[in-house]
């Protein structure tokens, strides 16, 4: 098959460059926004005069007939065409003749691939956003269904202090909304049009760039026509906001993956988010989330991938370039499977709190409090501290838990505790008296379930 940049040379390569050559098996998916971004420059050449009107309109009803005929089925990819662009300019050219060849007019490769990149990436970061609010929300609605189920709060994975179900699942959706914040962010910096800055000089041609930026909806242009072709930026900080986002759903995956086993059993997921074993019947296995959490090192891979083959690149626009889609799509997809599986985990997730509080009984995480009564006694801390330690010892070698230890045990180490001890070291009590913002009594947990809402 004849290139369309042949000229040159003869356009004759050897079928296994070609295949190296060709990106077309995965810029395929840019098909639309490849017509799309046409569509605005024809119709850019049209109100420019650098084409008739006669052959934008031309242009346009043939770039619109070839979108439908591929969303329709009509019309099927050329695999053998070296990439997207190529496939819809010779697809074009068929039907129209010599005024499909006038499309290329005032444009390169160069920006042309910059463009569909970038109208790409912006649309799937409206669709991660969309999955990530999705989890947010059940995250949200689980964490307000439980917000004052007692459980161990964590600290070097020992049980630490009292807190609430809600209040722990709250810190996960803290994160997911740094991760919206970012992904908007993002997308601000993406939303910058790179076309008309051709192979990387601009043209002679009186284009207008801001009426080709205006049509396909961005905010502005890139100010240099070195950097519209060669600026990458937007997708390793997109891939860069994804790998964030994974490794906070990792997290999360690890401590279900925690809470899920028999020596927690916090909670118990779903069975349509969990495998059996090929040889032992009684398991139930967490491969959903431990697949969560391993695909988080490859969407990792995915974003040093992209940096490593942006570090060494001279400008403007290298063939080292084109290794950038796999990498991102890659990425996004990844997480979007991941964000959606995610969701479902969570929704479905049945939530064990006798168990929680039995470990929190057992893990004497109200020592503390014991303490700070001690202190409100007139004890100084160090000392209070000492009697403290010595009261979970006796309770340890007894299986006594501080809620029920007689009172005349506690006095014989402190004869300053009275009755009063048992309200001190009651768990509820113990979380409710956390009330300062952002802590875990249900007041406070309540005050921040109404505002991650409100942001939502």
Same mark, same amino acid.
């Given at each position: 098959?004849?290139?369309?940049?042949?000229?040159?040379?003869?356009?004759?390569?050897?079928?296994?460059?070609?295949?190296?050559?060709?990106?077309?098996? /995965?810029?395929?998916?840019?098909?639309?926004?490849?017509?799309?971004?046409?569509?605005?420059?024809?119709?850019?050449?049209?109100?420019?005069?650098?084409?008739?009107?006669?052959?934008?309109?031309?242009?346009?009803?043939?770039?619109?007939?070839?979108?439908?005929?591929?969303?329709?089925?009509?019309?099927?990819?050329?695999?053998?065409?070296?990439?997207?662009?190529?496939? *819809?300019?010779? *697809?074009?050219?068929?039907?129209?003749?010599?005024?499909?060849?006038?499309?290329?007019?005032?444009?390169?490769?160069?920006?042309?691939?910059? %463009?569909?990149?970038?109208?790409?990436?912006?649309?799937?970061?409206?669709?991660?956003?969309?999955?990530?609010?999705?989890?947010?929300?059940?995250?949200?609605?689980?964490?307000?269904?439980?917000?004052?189920?007692?459980?161990?709060?964590?600290?070097?994975?020992?049980?630490?202090?009292?807190?609430?179900?809600?209040?722990?699942?709250?810190?996960?959706?803290?994160?997911?909304?740094?991760?919206?914040?970012?992904?908007?962010?993002?997308?601000?910096?993406?939303? *910058?049009?790179?076309?008309?800055?051709?192979?990387?000089?601009?043209?002679? /041609?009186?284009?207008?760039?801001?009426?080709?930026?205006?049509?396909?909806? /961005?905010?502005?242009?890139? %100010?240099?026509?070195?950097?519209?072709?060669?600026?990458?930026?937007?997708?390793?900080?997109?891939?860069?906001?994804?790998?964030?986002?994974?490794?906070?759903?990792?997290?999360?995956?690890?401590?279900?993956?925690?809470?899920?086993?028999?020596?927690?059993?916090?909670?118990?997921?779903?069975?349509?988010?969990?495998?059996?074993?090929?040889?032992?019947?009684?398991?139930?296995?967490?491969?959903?989330?431990?697949?969560?959490?391993?695909?988080?090192?490859?969407?990792?891979?995915?974003? /040093?991938?992209?940096?490593?083959?942006?570090?060494?690149?001279?400008?403007?626009?290298?063939?080292?370039?084109?290794?950038?889609?796999?990498?991102?799509?890659?990425?996004?997809?990844?997480?979007?499977?991941?964000?959606?599986?995610?969701?479902?985990?969570?929704?479905?997730?049945?939530?064990?709190?006798?168990?929680?509080?039995?470990?929190?009984?057992?893990?004497?995480?109200?020592?503390?409090?014991?303490?700070?009564?001690?202190?409100?006694?007139?004890?100084?801390?160090?000392?209070?501290?000492?009697?403290?330690?010595?009261?979970?010892?006796?309770?340890?070698?007894?299986?006594?838990?501080?809620?029920?230890?007689?009172?005349?045990?506690?006095?014989?180490?402190?004869?300053?505790?009275?009755?009063?001890?048992?309200?001190?070291?009651?768990?509820?009590?113990?979380?409710?008296?956390?009330?300062?913002?952002?802590?875990?009594?249900?007041?406070?947990?309540?005050?921040?379930?109404?505002?991650?809402?409100?942001?939502?």
């Amino acid at each position: 098959m004849a290139k369309m940049w042949a000229g040159r040379t003869s356009g004759e390569t050897s079928a296994l460059a070609d295949d190296f050559n060709s990106s077309i098996r /995965f810029d395929c998916r840019m098909a639309k926004q490849d017509i799309t971004g046409s569509m605005a420059h024809a119709a850019m050449l049209g109100a420019t005069g650098i084409l008739p009107q006669a052959d934008v309109e031309s242009l346009i009803d043939g770039l619109q007939g070839i979108l439908d005929d591929l969303e329709s089925g009509a019309l099927e990819i050329d695999m053998s065409c070296e990439d997207i662009h190529m496939f *819809v300019e010779q *697809v074009l050219t068929e039907r129209l003749g010599d005024v499909g060849k006038k499309l290329h007019t005032a444009r390169s490769r160069n920006d042309q691939v910059a %463009l569909d990149l970038r109208l790409t990436l912006r649309e799937e970061i409206d669709e991660i956003s969309a999955k990530t609010k999705a989890l947010l929300a059940a995250v949200l609605d689980k964490a307000e269904a439980y917000k004052d189920a007692i459980v161990p709060g964590y600290t070097h994975l020992q049980r630490a202090q009292p807190i609430t179900f809600g209040h722990h699942l709250l810190a996960y959706a803290s994160m997911f909304l740094r991760d919206l914040d970012r992904l908007a962010d993002c997308k601000k910096r993406m939303n *910058v049009s790179p076309i008309g800055s051709c192979a990387l000089a601009g043209t002679t /041609f009186p284009t207008d760039r801001r009426f080709e930026a205006e049509q396909l909806g /961005f905010d502005s242009v890139c %100010l240099n026509s070195i950097d519209g072709v060669s600026d990458r930026d937007f997708a390793v900080e997109l891939m860069g906001a994804i790998a964030l986002l994974q490794m906070h759903m990792s997290r999360f995956a690890e401590e279900i993956i925690l809470w899920s086993s028999w020596e927690f059993k916090f909670v118990e997921l779903s069975d349509a988010f969990t495998t059996g074993s090929s040889i032992m019947p009684q398991k139930k296995n967490s491969d959903m989330a431990e697949l969560i959490r391993g695909k988080t090192g490859r969407v990792y891979g995915d974003l /040093f991938s992209l940096l490593t083959v942006l570090k060494g690149l001279p400008l403007a626009y290298n063939k080292d370039m084109q290794e950038d889609k796999e990498s991102v799509f890659d990425a996004v997809d990844t997480v979007k499977m991941c964000l959606d599986v995610f969701a479902g985990m969570v929704e479905t997730m049945n939530v064990l709190t006798d168990n929680m509080k039995k470990a929190a009984q057992t893990g004497f995480i109200n020592a503390t409090d014991l303490a700070d009564y001690l202190v409100g006694k007139g004890l100084p801390f160090r000392s209070a501290y000492k009697v403290s330690g010595q009261v979970v010892a006796e309770c340890i070698k007894t299986g006594a838990v501080l809620e029920t230890l007689p009172l005349a045990t506690y006095q014989s180490f402190c004869d300053l505790i009275d009755e009063g001890v048992y309200d001190a070291v009651d768990l509820k009590n113990c979380v409710d008296r956390r009330n300062s913002e952002g802590g875990t009594s249900v007041s406070s947990v309540e005050a921040q379930l109404a505002l991650m809402k409100a942001m939502l």
